[in-house]
């Protein structure tokens, strides 16, 4: 049964609109706007990024193609791409970054169960950062190197349901360590590094706060052992030592004991040296925690490749930044999506949506473009989704042609 609703309005149903409205009050983002108000700008930018719009002109173009749709869309006049360019120039880019904000909490609420392949009940973190590339001439707020422009995009994923904790962006130039100092810490989380984020002084900080740091340890780092615990070498972990700095200023920075673990990668045959102040968890776990760090690569892959995160939708300093918020709220709608219709499944729920029959034929007015993005979301090895759902949206994605 036709519940008179097209696909997009359904996913609009799972933006908080209350929350909206104070927000966009709080900063006033509707103050003497008399057409595109917040509201569509933001179902403008959702859509665009949910079929893989890639400028203003071509946003302007597929909404005016179905332009007798756009009232059921949630639009109450044209979208021209004018508009939406001094919409996005203008209005205050916190608006959409509380909005990220308050999705990413309902999101993490929903992943809270999940495993993480280990038995561990820390909130564990993987920080990292990922570049996007820009043209120097057009871009020139965004200096990185003498015939590029760039942005920087540091994320700290938390690894139950790969949802983005923090985003910061800046220029090419921010070293990823300085992250460090922004980031607020979490007492008993993990954090999961690279060795980008090898800074003594910094990760003392974080060791005071209560927080546990896992990371790789340089080639030359000047260290002697203290003392050492026995370990089954069978399993591929080679040594479990506590040490201490050897460098007089490294010591002044780190002066407690730090724990190396050495890991001989079975797969590979190369050797791996971990360092964390977590003393009670086992050698593998840390080495299998480290390992768990990937999922922000996926989730970098992901932004770039499904939701074409290098692709800029003006040149001012708040374009990326909404962009990225676009970006970041589509993927965390996907998840509330796939999470909710995991949920009433596995509850076996007696509601319409729960039913198989009726999915597949709403999906089939769907626009083809949006099941193989979604599908890939559902697909991805990192996000635990719905699999009956990520196989009717690949069945629906074979026999359907037109975009409601």
Request: glycine share 4%; hydrophobic share 45%.
């Amino acid at each position: 049964m036709n519940v008179g609703k097209t696909l997009f309005a359904q996913v609009m149903d799972f933006v908080p609109w209350t929350s909206f409205s104070r927000i966009v009050h709080r900063y006033g983002g509707n103050s003497g706007v008399r057409t595109l108000s917040c509201a569509e700008q933001f179902r403008a930018m959702a859509f665009a990024q949910l079929i893989w719009r890639e400028s203003l002109r071509d946003i302007e173009l597929s909404l005016s193609a179905n332009a007798t749709k756009l009232y059921a869309m949630g639009f109450r006049s044209a979208v021209k791409r004018s508009t939406l360019a001094d919409a996005n120039e203008s209005r205050d880019w916190h608006i959409w970054a509380d909005l990220a904000a308050v999705l990413i909490r309902r999101a993490r609420k929903l992943y809270a169960s999940d495993t993480l392949g280990v038995e561990l009940d820390n909130t564990v973190y993987a920080l990292d950062s990922s570049t996007v590339d820009l043209c120097l001439s057009l871009f020139g707020w965004a200096p990185f190197r003498s015939t590029k422009a760039a942005i920087k995009l540091h994320t700290l994923l938390d690894l139950r349901g790969a949802i983005p904790a923090f985003v910061y962006i800046s220029d090419g130039k921010l070293h990823d360590v300085n992250v460090l100092d922004i980031l607020v810490m979490e007492a008993g989380a993990i954090y999961v590094m690279d060795r980008g984020y090898l800074d003594f002084e910094r990760l003392f900080t974080m060791h005071q706060a209560g927080a546990f740091f896992v990371t790789r340890a340089k080639v030359d780092m000047d260290a002697r052992r203290v003392y050492s615990i026995p370990v089954d070498r069978s399993s591929g972990v080679i040594c479990d030592q506590r040490i201490m700095l050897n460098s007089a200023r490294s010591a002044n920075r780190y002066p407690e004991h730090l724990r190396r673990v050495r890991f001989k990668d079975p797969e590979t045959a190369k050797t791996l040296v971990f360092l964390t102040d977590n003393t009670t968890l086992p050698a593998l776990t840390i080495c299998a925690l480290y390992k768990s760090r990937w999922t922000v690569e996926l989730f970098f892959k992901r932004l770039k490749h499904v939701l074409h995160l290098e692709s800029v939708s003006g040149l001012s300093q708040q374009a990326p930044v909404i962009d990225v918020a676009a970006k970041v709220l589509a993927d965390n709608l996907a998840s509330l999506m796939c999470q909710t219709a995991e949920t009433i499944h596995n509850m076996h729920a007696r509601r319409r949506f729960c039913n198989r029959r009726y999915a597949a034929r709403a999906l089939t007015r769907v626009q083809p473009s949006v099941l193989m993005m979604i599908g890939d979301v559902l697909r991805t090895p990192t996000c635990r989704r719905c699999a009956w759902l990520a196989m009717t949206m690949r069945r629906s994605s074979r026999s359907c042609s037109t975009w409601p």
